[in-house]
């Protein structure tokens, strides 16, 4: 285990940074919008090998000349707008994404460049901004033509869940506006037996707790539709398609879930604090999460042999910049459509003043919630109780919020009482059990009231003994950047029959090194240095779960839980 006590190190472009703490600065937190000021310079030109876009991802090539006295501090940013009338409003409009002109071999020397930006289609109008002057001092110096898409209603974000009943499966998905929008399924391909009308929603800046969610970082989330897929065979295959008068996304599928049984095998992905990266390695989250890329493609991998998805918390890590949102669903589309993908809130969908969140920092950008809660219809008791818990297989999955009151009385702690009451472990002989922050965790974070070591203390009074009376095999937690796994342990102390907890913060964002000199008693693996994801198989007597790095696809880690048949 030594060497997963090295310091970890992540590389950014210009140099390495060691995190030792939870870095929650969005990059786009450091642009000082309000500075910025509009000073065309004739001589720059910005422009496009097209400007007319068929399909969402497609990429657009920007070149540039005429620049005089080019710096390293020049950059271009792609921005969003309502229409093609609108002009780049720096101060008041944050980018979707940035790049430095430097990145271009030829800008510094000649004032002249390209780049290339992958664009997903959010419903509006982009434009590109040259500017000059750096973050602290942005003055746009040039702008090129609109960039429209060929549909912006364009059906988007197909993503599954699942309900409380086997024979459904909840599906979403985004368009700009809404007519009639419907999904249609069927067991073969191409050929849909059933059509169903969705409902439409959406939520405006005003919901919002704080900035930039509600002001700067804002960009309308379009129309979100939600249908509930019904009359659904257990363990059968669907195949589907959702869309509108204005345009059908792409043929997906999934299967059914299975009636809930100790016969059962269940396989299952785990992660958490994950996030998006840039497929053009754009800086716009300053390659922060670029590493979720590769944990993205190793899940692709997986999809053949897994059953469902568990992403506990810290999901886009938009931080009240709305482009993210639509750049991670971008991302996981392969995943979202083609099986269940069940999450909870982390501190970066959740904590921000003015909020109902037991933390009133500033993590989530002012979100709090309201995008979390809109985008991911789980099986919750109701819109402001982010808590919930489901069967599937042999396995009973319960999914607090630690970005809530959890305390003895509160209201989320009656529900996990009453729930886990409720579970028939006969049926599901197997109990895990998430949430964000860790209730065990190797950290120097003692800061109160949020930091890991006081959070954890709160858990460890409060959750703990649940774990215990219901006997919960596993529990699942993120928030710290690493992997770490316990011993079977209760109050402190490695405990036979106890629950295993694992730490698997190690999706995407950057990782973090701040654990103790001396290792915990109850520590029995510790990784800082890598990125990845974990995987479990459980069948009615045996849970194998694994920790698998994502760059080389290594099992780093594995442990095997056993039952008595």
Known sequence: MAASFQLGLVFLGLGFLLVTGHPEIHPLDFLRHERAVVKLEPNVVLLLNTSRLNTSGQWVYIFWRGVDHPANSDWVGLFLLPDTSARIDPQNHAPTKFQYAYYSSTHMRAGTGHLNFRMVNMRGVYRV?????????????????????????????????????????????????????????????????????????????????????????????????????????????????????????????????????????????????????????????????????????????????????????????ADGYGAAWDEFFDQVKPIMASMPYMVCPGNHESDSKNSDAFYQGHDSGGECNIPYINRFAMPRPGPKQPWYGFDYGCIHFVMMSTEHDFREGSQQHTFLVNHLKSVNRATTPWLVFSGHRPLYIDSTNNTVPSGELPVAKLLQSNIEPLLKEYRADLAFWGHHHSYQRTCAVYGGRCTKGATVHVVIGMAGRTLMNNVKPIPPSWLVKLDYEHWGYTRFTANATTLLFEYIHNDDGRVWDTVVLHKQP
């Not at 989330?221 to 345009?247: A, E, Q, R, S």
């Not at 994950?274 to 997986?302: A, C, F, W």
């Open 129 to 317: 901004g040259f500017f000059r002057g750096g973050f602290d001092n942005p003055v746009l110096a040039a702008v090129s033509d609109a960039i429209t898409f060929k549909n912006p209603n364009e059906p988007l974000q197909g993503h599954l869940a699942l309900t409380h009943n086997i024979s459904e499966m909840i599906l979403m998905w985004v368009t700009r506006d809404s007519k009639t929008p419907q999904a249609q399924w069927g067991t073969k391909s191409g050929r849909y037996l059933w059509t169903k009308n969705a409902s439409s929603s959406t939520y405006k800046a005003s919901e919002l707790c704080d900035s930039p969610g509600k002001d700067y970082g804002w960009i309308d989330p379009g129309m979100i539709h939600t249908v509930t897929l019904d009359n659904l065979m257990p363990g059968v295959k669907y195949y589907y398609k959702f869309g509108d008068v204005f345009g059908w996304s792409e043929e997906a599928s999934f299967r059914a879930a299975p009636r809930p049984g100790p016969n059962i095998t269940t396989r299952v992905l785990a992660f958490g604090d994950m996030g998006h990266g840039e497929y053009d390695d754009s800086r716009q989250v300053l390659k922060l999460e670029q590493p979720s890329l590769n944990t993205t493609r190793r899940l692709i991998t997986e999809l053949n042999h897994t059953d469902l998805v568990i992403h506990i918390g810290d999901l886009s890590y």
